[in-house]
């Protein structure tokens, strides 16, 4: 699908969002936007008030609705790219993936539009913030299995979310929440109407958290996913990006990877799966399950360790 050219950006400018300009106060003759939520790379979520929840009495009638920026929604197939992002989400019915409710086009403007689930909480970037030496474990491994859980299923449903970084994570009211598919892309032969973002003329991505082959224009993957939640598991349990807020082809030029330190908040027996992880080739990368099995594990008892060590003594 062509791309904007103007959405083009420097490395250094990738992650300034372009503030969305005012959307209609009313949409679709049903929905009162009636603040601005969050903005990201490419489109704006909204807190609105659902006036037909509203007339029959809902005392929650409360919803998200997220529509393009200006800057994608002038564009004539800018709804069919919001709509790939409901397509793909919409068939993800996990606990701890974001609940939309529908795909909408307002008849006067012809603005697309997603509502769904509103949810109230932290982002784990925030999290990450107020734990500067990393979480304690007990905290951290809820929160990891619970997004591995949700990635792993994705991807089991054949679905790819291409911009996973801990703002797109939140700790809401009833559990954690993974959104903002809006890069995303279906695996294989699933939706194949569906149009596909050109990642090499869209820099819409989250440097820091990109894949080494990402950067290097080579087409999404599941293995990319899985470095991306690595770098957020890996923030999450020491306080810091593992290869200090550098993209994967900084990190590895200055070989980085070789002196990579266990989080002192982490297990042993969770860091082989998460250096893997992290790993700059995506052949050497484990999966979302593995790594899932990873931090869902039990520590060793102390037998089964004292075995282990036996075992290796010649």
Not at 287 to 308: C, I, K, N, V
Request: proline share 8%.
């Amino acid at each position: 699908m062509p791309a904007p050219a103007k959405t083009a950006a420097t490395a250094g400018d990738r992650t300034r969002a372009i503030p969305p300009g005012p959307a209609p106060e009313l949409l679709s003759k049903r929905y009162r936007i009636e603040r601005l939520l969050g903005v990201g790379g490419m489109g704006a979520v909204y807190r609105a008030r659902d006036l037909l929840r509203e007339q029959f009495g809902d005392p929650q009638p409360w919803i998200a609705l997220k529509t393009l920026n200006d800057s994608f929604a002038e564009y004539p197939d800018a709804n069919a790219l919001l709509y790939s992002e409901f397509a793909l989400t919409s068939r993800l019915h996990h606990a701890h993936v974001v609940q939309l409710h529908g795909f909408h086009t307002d008849s006067r403007c012809q603005r697309a539009y997603i509502t769904m689930e509103l949810l109230k909480g932290p982002t784990l970037d925030e999290l990450i913030s107020a734990n500067p030496d990393g979480m304690p474990w007990a905290q951290l491994q809820e929160i990891a299995v619970a997004l591995l859980q949700a990635l792993a299923y994705a991807h089991a449903r054949g679905v790819l979310h291409g911009d996973l970084k801990p703002s797109n994570v939140m700790i809401a009211e009833d559990g954690l929440r993974l959104f903002d598919f809006g890069l995303g892309q279906a695996i294989g032969d699933l939706l194949p109407g569906l149009p596909r973002l050109s990642r090499a003329r869209i820099a819409a991505w989250t440097p820091r958290y990109a894949a080494l082959e990402l950067l290097e224009g080579q087409p999404l993957a599941a293995a990319a996913d899985v470095y991306a939640v690595a770098c957020v598991l890996y923030e999450l349990s020491s306080g810091h990006h593992p290869f200090s807020r550098m993209t994967a082809r900084q990190a590895k030029n200055m070989q980085q990877d070789k002196s990579l330190e266990r989080p002192r908040h982490l297990p042993l027996h969770c860091w082989p799966a998460l250096r893997q992880a992290l790993a700059f080739d995506q052949q050497q990368r484990i999966d979302a399950r593995g790594l899932l099995e990873a931090f869902s594990a039990p520590p060793p008892s102390l037998l089964q360790r004292l075995f282990t060590r036996q075992q290796h003594i010649p």
